[in-house]
């Protein structure tokens, strides 16, 4: 699979670096349009979101270098070679997480009303995200056979990309962007027509993303190691334990009811 949507001579663009743009834009969208909702102002916003997607980003490619150090370094430059691919999601929500605690407190701002609003473009991010590693031939699992691929209904054109390094691949892409997808639409209706208290939606979203990543991480191929483990695994499990915590904690916390929160 081609990973390069556009090739001007001099500039070229990448699948990945476009999907990632896609992604943030929308992300964008969706906190600014919830933000407005909470009384949270622009100013605020676009301060916080800007140094929040960077350190992000810095994050997930520190994390996935981290984990694949001796590659790096033999070939030190590649580690800010970020079109090639290599960003782990794991290590952005862990240095966005820390930074939004940071400014949290800072502005005085409630931590857990912020997470609330950026969970749910989060998933949908992860979602679209997803197909980068398409385009660049990652987050791929077991061989498989051409039949397999062709009685699951695929399209042609993700059965072609799906041939890696000689063989067919299981496309755990795919998988993952469907069950994010789910996971946006249930935390959009969660947040529309259930009464949940502040943090809650961050919980579910933990346990969410924490049971698909745990089950999906069982068919990758290409996953991060730490020995013998899968250390996707490891951290979806603390994510699940630590979202099901949070759900009990928060049952004192502020209310939501519908899109309108009510401080008590």
């Known amino acids: 699979m081609d990973s ?3 090739d001007l001579g001099f500039i070229q663009i990448k699948w ?3 999907l990632i743009l896609i992604a ?15 009384g949270i102002s622009n100013d605020q916003l676009n301060d916080l979101l800007f140094y929040l997607f960077i350190i992000s980003i810095i994050g997930a490619r520190l994390y996935y270098v981290l984990f694949n150090l001796k590659y790096y370094l033999s070939d030190p430059l590649e580690i800010f070679a970020m079109w090639h691919g290599g960003l782990a999601i794991h290590g ?3 240095a966005g997480l820390i930074y939004l605690i940071v400014y949290s407190k800072k502005k005085k701002l409630n931590l857990f009303l912020m997470t609330d609003i ?3 473009p989060l998933i949908l991010a992860q979602s679209i995200g997803r197909w980068g590693n398409f385009f660049n031939g990652e987050a791929f699992g077991r061989i498989v056979s051409l039949k397999f691929l062709r009685n699951i209904h695929l399209p042609q054109f993700i059965i ?12 755990t892409f795919l998988y993952e962007s469907v069950l994010s997808i789910i996971g946006f639409l249930v935390l959009i209706v969660i947040r529309k027509k259930l009464k949940i208290k502040t943090g809650t939606l961050t919980g579910i979203y933990l ?3 924490g049971i698909e990543r745990l089950i999906i991480e069982t068919f990758r191929s290409d996953s991060l190691m730490l020995g013998p483990l899968k250390i996707a695994q490891i951290i979806s499990i603390i994510g699940i334990i630590g979202g099901g915590y949070l759900i009990v904690k928060t049952k004192n916390n502020k209310l939501y009811v519908k899109d309108k929160l009510i401080v008590k």
């Open 4 to 6: 390069i949507l556009f």
């Open 160 to 171: 072609d990309g799906m041939y890696i390094n000689g063989a067919y691949r299981e496309p």
């Open 24 to 38: 943030t834009i929308i992300g964008y969208i969706l906190v600014f349009k919830e933000a407005k909702k909470r």
């Open 207 to 209: 346990i969410w993303y």
């Open 16 to 18: 990945y670096s476009f």
């Open 92 to 94: 952005g929500i862990i």
């Open 118 to 120: 950026l969970v749910v």
